[in-house]
């Protein structure tokens, strides 16, 4: 069965600092891998994808992959409490997208 | 950008009625849609992929005489929960890529269903 793992969290930062998410996926097929934010009570937004092993930065956001590692990563630098949700990992394979339980974020001002 | 319209947003129906939501893609044309279920602090869990045209196909577990799902065209799928109970009472998600072959999930609003 092919699983998505997060810590739940929550994960508090102060307002400012890099807020660090890590997940890791059991398929070492998955060929796309995507992190998601939810709000509370609202449906998931896509915030960064990512294919290739390294680094892909996009405003304050860095997704990293590590596929040797079947790891893959976002940062986000200068939290602020806007910030604060639910992040989801999702990995896809040759099979429809499996999202991670999410990682709840707080950003304390 | 791509949209996808959901609604209701919200329904709260009686034990052993039907419900049904619908999913829109706005812009674009969607052969295939998702459709997930989340329960309170759990992940989204994928009930089954709607193909337009034909029939949907089910997640294990998921039982597809209570969820009916229905791709008639290419821009509406609906869900319609039949017969509903209490442990129906979820948040369900519809999302829709766009293009074939394409990976990134455009996600409807969520309809939050509460079954008394």
């Known amino acids: 069965q092919k699983e ?5 969290g929550p994960l508090s930062v102060p307002e400012g600092a890099i807020a660090s998410l890590n997940c890791t996926y059991s398929d070492r097929g998955s060929q796309s891998f995507f ?21 892909k930065e996009d405003g304050r956001f860095t997704a990293q992959l590590n596929k040797a590692s ?3 990563s976002l940062l986000i630098r200068d939290s602020q409490p806007s910030d604060s949700a639910t992040y989801l990992c999702a990995v896809k394979g ?10 709840r974020l707080s950003v304390i001002a | 950008g ?6 209701p ?22 052969t295939t849609m998702f459709w997930y279920r989340q329960f309170p602090k759990q992940s989204l869990m994928l009930m089954a992929t709607s193909n337009e045209g034909s029939k ?19 821009t509406l799928s609906t869900l319609t929960v039949t017969s509903a109970h209490p442990e129906d009472s979820s948040f369900y998600i519809c999302s829709a890529v766009q293009g074939a072959g ?9 309809s939050r269903l509460t079954v008394l």
């Open chain 2, 56 to 74: 949907a196909t089910y997640e294990q577990g998921v039982e597809k005489d209570k969820f009916l799902i229905n791709h008639a065209s290419l």
């Open chain 1, 35 to 55: 992190w998601y934010r939810q709000y509370s009570g609202k449906s998931p937004e896509l915030i960064m994808s990512i294919y290739s092993n390294g680094d």
């Open chain 1, 70 to 72: 079947q790891y893959v």
């Open chain 1, 4 to 8: 998505v793992e997060q810590n739940s």
């Open chain 2, 102 to 110: 394409a990976n990134v999930l455009t996600f409807g609003a969520g």
């Open chain 2, 2 to 7: 791509a949209v996808v319209s959901q609604h």
């Open chain 1, 94 to 103: 040759n099979t429809p997208l499996v999202f991670g339980k999410g990682t």
């Open chain 2, 9 to 30: 947003s919200r329904v709260i129906c009686k034990s052993g009625t039907s419900v049904k939501i619908e999913c829109r893609s706005l812009d674009f044309q969607a």
